[in-house]
C-alpha cells in the first residue's frame, strides 16, 4: 500500500527554524517525485517545493526560496523539507505529495498532478 505520513509540524516564533519529515511505504522515494504543499486557512493549496526521482532536480516557490530546503534519505525512504527563517505567512498545514503516472519522475509545483497526499502537519509562526 502507497502510504506518506508527514511529521515535524508544530509552533515556532517567527525567524525560527522547523524540519518536515515525509515518511514513504510501498514505493521508494527514487522512483517518484515528491512534493511538499500547504494550505492556510481561506486559501487554495499551494506547491512549496518538490523534488525529481533521481534527485538532480529541485524547484521551489519564490515566497520560500533561499529559506526552505528539500532534501531525502533514501536509506530511511524519507523526504525532508527543512524550514528556516520562518514567517507568520507560512502557517499552514503542510502536506507531502507523491505522482506515479504520466512523467512521474518530474519534480513540478501543480497540485493537480500529484495522486496520493499524507494527512498533513500544522506549521505555525507566532509570536
Known amino acids: 500500500q502507497l502510504q506518506l505520513v508527514e511529521s515535524g509540524g508544530g509552533l515556532v516564533q517567527p525567524g525560527g527554524s522547523l524540519r518536515l519529515s515525509c515518511a514513504a511505504s510501498?514505493?521508494?522515494?527514487?522512483?517518484?517525485?515528491i512534493g511538499w504543499f500547504r494550505q492556510a486557512p481561506g486559501k487554495e493549496r499551494e506547491g512549496v517545493s518538490c523534488?525529481?526521482?533521481?534527485?538532480?532536480?529541485?524547484n521551489y516557490a519564490d515566497s520560500v526560496k533561499g529559506r526552505f530546503t528539500i532534501s531525502r534519505d533514501n536509506a530511511k525512504n524519507t523526504v525532508y523539507l527543512q524550514m528556516n527563517n520562518l514567517k507568520p505567512e507560512d502557517t499552514a498545514i503542510y502536506y507531502c505529495a507523491t505522482k506515479i503516472s504520466g512523467l512521474f519522475g518530474r519534480c513540478v509545483l501543480w497540485n493537480d498532478e500529484y495522486d496520493y497526499w499524507g494527512q498533513g502537519t500544522q506549521v505555525t509562526v507566532s509570536s
Open positions: 523534488i525529481s526521482s533521481s534527485g538532480g532536480s529541485t
Open positions: 510501498g514505493f521508494t522515494v527514487d522512483r517518484y517525485a
